[in-house]
């Protein structure tokens, strides 16, 4: 596969799809309320992992993510445990540490929620975040799932704090296997539960130690769909080497691109502290590496043994900030 193609096939992505929507959906919101986008720009704008809440000497986090139907359907359990799982990945994240989580479920039937609890229930124990309260409908007429999460900070990390001049660093966990057929790196359930919670550790103490303040978990938009929320939400742009992304060995490059891994972020770091981020999370067995330099273009190329492309101009289109909102740094 060429780069070119690559880059169309990531466009065309479903992960993309539904990172894109997010602008019609902002937009539709902002129409609805009585002062129009402006009512949007909150204490900390929308695009971050978790809203953040001024509390004290630090911040309420709080998130929620929904599972879509037919991964319930046809993995019941792993769903329930991913619900839990990317929740805690929102708010570490954000700098923060995980208090608590609820849920919303709807099924046909009390059994048919079962699994979907099994799952939520290990994911809630190895990680050792409690699951307080929720909502159930068991006389629906399909299966849906949400869980929603709250968290605390000291200090934050943002999607709106990367700046020029920074290193665009990719952690992951690559001590897993895909969950097939499906785009989901697991490096989770089968992992120590005390290695796991140790791992939470890390983006905090990088927050609370000032060397680093913009970061942003991977998502179902993959690497490259992840950096773009990232860097849009800050007003900047990078050039983006795919041949220093780290990946398992054996894995098709598209699909490694495309991949939600259970473990991964993305952080803007300045380049005298790119070391001392790497050693945090290479003394925990976990891969870093800079994967790229941001600078002030607003346009995300991506580069390749020589070959360039160029994956989004956010001067030209949208990806997930609506035209006519300015983002707030948070």
């Not at 124990?125 to 709250?150: E, F, K, M, T």
């Not at 791992?199 to 927050?207: K, Q, S, V, Y």
């Amino acid at each position: 596969m060429t780069l070119d193609e690559l880059v169309r096939a990531q466009r065309a992505s479903r992960g993309f799809g539904h990172k894109t929507d997010i602008a019609g959906m902002l937009s539709s919101l902002g129409s609805a309320l009585p002062g129009g986008a402006r009512d949007l720009d909150q204490a900390v704008a929308v695009g971050d992992d978790c809203a953040a809440i001024a509390d004290g000497g630090g911040y309420l986090l709080f998130a929620i993510e929904g599972m879509v139907s037919d991964f319930i359907r046809t993995m019941p359990w792993f769903a329930g445990y991913s619900a839990v799982m990317v929740n805690i990945s929102d708010v570490c994240a954000m700098g923060g540490r995980p208090l608590a989580v609820v849920d919303a479920i709807w099924s046909q039937g009390v059994d048919d929620a079962a699994e979907v609890f099994k799952g939520m229930a290990a994911a809630a124990s190895r990680y050792g975040v409690p699951i307080v309260g929720g909502h159930s409908n068991a006389r629906a007429d399909q299966a849906q799932l949400a869980v929603a999460i709250l968290g605390r900070a000291t200090r934050l990390l943002s999607s709106f704090a990367a700046r020029p001049g920074q290193r665009l660093l990719m952690a992951v966990d690559l001590r897993g296997a895909f969950v097939e057929p499906y785009p989901y790196w697991n490096a989770s359930t089968e992992a120590p539960a005390q290695r796991l919670r140790g791992d939470l550790e890390i983006l905090p103490a990088l927050a609370e130690d000032g060397l680093c303040a913009a970061a942003k978990d991977i998502s179902m938009a993959g690497t490259l769909g992840t950096a773009l929320m990232l860097l849009e939400c800050s007003g900047v742009g990078a050039v983006i080497d795919l041949a220093r992304i780290p990946a398992p060995p054996g894995v098709d490059p598209q699909r490694w691109l495309s991949a939600f891994p259970s473990f991964g972020f993305l952080l803007a770091v300045d380049e005298q502290d790119v070391e001392a981020v790497g050693a945090r999370f290479r003394a925990r067995g976990i891969a870093c590496a800079d994967i790229g330099a941001i600078d002030a273009t607003r346009t995300v190329r991506v580069e390749r043994h020589g070959e360039r492309a160029v994956l989004w101009d956010f001067a030209s289109d949208a990806f997930i900030v609506p035209r006519g909102t300015a983002p707030l740094t948070a």
